[in-house]
């Protein structure tokens, strides 16, 4: 089985910095894109940020400028560095990463961390 495991979360003032860390491990052959989601109080959930293998990143408009996301594939780990944190970036936030657990067959499944709590509070 294959686990990912999320630290970092935690309470923050607006304009403060959090760093998220989330750590793949088990039965992994290769990790395709990595990813973080975040899921407000009475919101969909919504793809904050996304790294590709050779390290190509996508942001959502609203974290652009402000969140880093970057991967240590010798650690099979993705980050998301938060900066200039705003009320609305409360929710729990949730790393995704698709895996191809077999070597020549290119089948990607997806897995979730457990998600971690980020609150944005004065």
């Known amino acids: 089985q294959v686990q990912l495991v999320e630290s970092g979360g935690g309470l923050v003032q607006p304009g403060g910095s959090l760093r998220l860390s989330c750590a793949a491990s088990g039965s992994i052959f290769s990790i395709n894109t990595m990813s973080w989601y975040r899921q407000a109080p009475g919101r969909q959930r919504e793809v904050v940020a996304a790294i590709t293998s050779g390290g190509t990143t996508n942001y959502a408009d609203s974290v652009k400028g402000r969140f880093t996301i970057s991967r240590d594939n010798a650690k099979n780990t993705v980050y998301l560095q938060m900066n200039s944190l705003r009320p609305e970036d409360t929710a729990v936030y949730y790393c995704?990463?698709?895996?191809?657990?077999?070597?020549?067959?290119?089948?990607?499944?997806?897995?979730w961390g457990q998600g971690t709590q980020v609150t944005v509070s004065s």
């Open positions: 995704n990463a698709d895996i191809q657990r077999q070597p020549l067959v290119y089948r990607l499944y997806p897995y």
